[in-house]
């Protein structure tokens, strides 16, 4: 499994806007790159991480506890 900083600071920007491409822009990314490296992220972790609708995206049970994990990476990073 692989993932690296920008991933996870990724991950973090679009649970925060609950939007993919507010996230995204946050991280300075297209919505088509962004939409990638969330699907790889989901793929290596055998997981998914959002789910989707009409309305946005909202944390699956997996990805609430990575977003705990993450939020703690990068502050230690930081």
Known sequence: MHFDIPDLRLFV???EE?????GASRAALSAGAASAR???L???LGQR???R????LTL????ETLLRH?????????
């Open 53 to 56: 609708s009409s309305r946005g």
């Open 70 to 78: 993450a939020r703690i990476i990068l502050r230690q990073v930081e």
């Open 18 to 22: 609950g939007n993919l491409t507010r």
């Open 38 to 40: 969330l699907k790889s």
């Open 42 to 44: 989901e793929s290596q």
């Open 13 to 15: 920007h679009i649970a």
């Open 60 to 63: 699956t049970p997996a990805g």
């Open 49 to 51: 991480l959002f789910y």
